[in-house]
């Protein structure tokens, strides 16, 4: 199993970013994915759920209207969109196979400015 994430930088607030997460070595399009987050001092939050057909997606309540997560099953990738970007969005992001928060690959970092 292999999940690369890529797509993070430095923002300021308002800004936007595209993450992305390339996955490997597992059957990518019957699996639930997210996107989870953890910020320095802080645990992990999982922010984003997509179901393995791309019919049901959560959202955690602080992204709701700024992040939209995508999954596109004949790339085997994952993403997230975000917009709105606000200083407490600053974390490492992470994909997650299924609905925990459980780090695999290195993760990417974003870093929004004030």
């Known amino acids: 199993v292999q999940l690369v994430e890529s797509g993070g930088g430095l923002v300021q607030a308002g800004g936007s970013l595209r993450l992305s997460c390339a996955a490997s070595?597992?059957?990518?399009?019957?699996?639930?994915m997210s996107w989870a987050r953890q910020a320095p001092g802080n645990g992990p939050e999982r922010v984003a759920t997509?179901?393995?057909?791309?019919?049901?997606?959560y959202y955690v309540d602080s992204v709701k209207g700024r992040f939209a997560i995508a999954k596109d099953n004949a790339k085997n990738t994952l993403y997230l969109q975000m917009d709105s970007l606000k200083p407490e969005d600053t974390a490492l992001y992470y994909c997650?196979?299924?609905w925990g928060t459980g780090r695999v690959g290195q993760g990417t970092q974003v870093t929004v400015s004030s």
């Open positions: 997650v196979i299924g």
């Open positions: 070595g597992f059957p990518f399009h019957i699996v639930d």
């Open positions: 997509i179901n393995s057909a791309g019919a049901e997606i």
